[in-house]
Every structure is written in C-alpha cells, then in structure tokens.
C-alpha cells in the first residue's frame, strides 16, 4: 500500500509541474495532493505543519493564478476579451502542432481577443497583448517554482525515510 501511494504521490506531483503551465490542471493543487498521498503512507509520519502551510501556499498561489493575468492585461489597458483569447490561444497553442505553441498561443490569442474588442485602435490591442502576455508567464512561472519546491520536498522526504519507504 505505501509503494502504491508513494507512487500516485510522484505522478501527481509530476503532473502538477505539468499543471503549472497548462490551463486545464491546476499545477499547485495537483501537486500538494502528492504530498499528501507521501504524508499518508505509514512510513512518513504526518506533518500537518508541512501540509498545512503548503495548503496555504497552493490556495494562495491559485488565488494569484486568476489575478496577475487580469491584472497585467488590465495594467496594459486590455479588456476580458485579451484574458479570453491568451486563455484560447493557450489552449491551441498546446495542441496545434507548431514549435513552442504555448508561448506564442497566449500572445496571439490576446491580440486576437482585443482586436476583436476593439479593431480600430491596433495599438492598444498589441499593448494589451503584451501585458496579457507578460501576465500569464509571470503567473506560469510562480506556479512552476512552487511545483518544484514541493518536488524538492517530496524527493527529501523519500530520501529521508527511505529505510521505512522501502
């Protein structure tokens, strides 16, 4: 049962480094469910310090998640349609077959959106693009490193029971 657990742990927080960039799973969550599966093992004592403060830290992060890229694009002058079209073009850029889609999706979707919003004023359209781009990276990479910390803490916690574990 422990290796069963141990193994869904790390998948899960395999998956959630995934997640950090991939708008359909929340990376941070995913990933403190992998701690919690470790935690739940009979050989790692529970640390419900450890798991609460992480539960803080993912709710947090998954709070910022939704505000940062609203608030870049806002900050650059865009509107709900640029944060819908970085949101789209991420997910087409994810699937459509070209060399890193997820990068240049958000910032087309974006453009797209706000000259949707408004065709006219092009300027203000690549603005808000950019800001609604700078915003999604910005949250992608705070995701990302959080994902990391909680691997880090996951393979220390392994390496440190690992007599128990195996």
């Known amino acids: 049962m422990d290796v069963l657990l141990l193994v869904l742990g790390f998948m899960c927080v395999i998956l959630g480094i995934f997640g950090s960039f991939l708008p359909v799973l929340p990376g941070p969550s995913i990933s403190w469910v992998g701690l919690a599966l470790l935690y739940f093992t009979n050989a790692v004592p529970a640390n419900y310090w450890i798991l609460g403060i992480a ?4 709710v947090i992060i998954s709070v910022l998640d939704y505000v940062i890229p609203a608030k ?5 002058g865009g509107s709900s349609y640029g ?7 991420l997910i087409i ?7 890193f889609g ?3 999706g958000p910032f087309v979707g ?3 959106g706000e000259l949707i919003y408004d065709f006219k ?27 990391v910390m909680y691997l880090g803490l996951f393979v220390w916690t392994v390496w440190h029971y690992k007599s128990e574990l195996f």
């Open 121 to 147: 004023d092009h300027n203000r359209a690549l603005k808000a693009a950019a800001g609604s781009f700078i915003g999604f990276l910005a949250s992608s990479f705070m995701k990302f490193v959080v994902c």
């Open 72 to 76: 870049g694009t806002k900050r650059f």
């Open 110 to 112: 974006a453009l797209i």
């Open 102 to 104: 997820f990068i240049i």
């Open 93 to 99: 850029g994810i699937l459509a077959p070209i060399p």
């Open 55 to 58: 539960l803080l830290v993912t």
């Open 83 to 89: 944060i819908w079209g970085t949101n789209l073009g």
